[in-house]
Nanobody
């Protein structure tokens, strides 16, 4: 049973932009905190950003502050990525939970991931 589906990944040159989307299968997720994570080759899964269910609170990893922005329209969540760097290359995942977590632990529902590749 797929709960979350990411889209919008692709190949982009350094300095470019992408917007990822995460579509929830149920309207109920409008009342869940949502987060974005990534896993680069050979590295552990990394917290990127999160947003409260009301959309009034956001949290970002230091590595993406000022470049990425998380937003939501009820159960549809976005990650706007600007000034992309080769180091941003990874599989990006969205997740949902009843509470907001500023790490990769405790998120109950996960998407399948979408590949983002940033060329030099």
């Amino acid at each position: 049973q797929v709960q979350l589906v990411e889209s919008g990944g692709g190949l982009v040159q350094a300095g470019g932009s992408l917007r990822l989307s995460c579509a929830a299968s149920r309207r109920t997720f409008s009342w869940y905190a949502m987060g974005w994570f990534r896993r680069a080759p050979g590295k552990d899964r990394e917290f990127i950003a999160a947003i409260s269910w009301r959309g009034d609170t956001t949290s970002y990893a230091d590595s993406v502050k000022g470049r990425f922005a998380i937003s939501r329209d009820n159960a549809l969540v976005y990650l706007q990525m600007n000034s992309l760097k080769p180091e941003d290359t990874a599989v990006y995942y969205c997740a949902a939970d009843q509470s907001l977590h500023s790490d990769d632990v405790g998120w109950r529902y996960w998407g399948q991931g979408t590949q983002v590749t940033v060329s030099s």
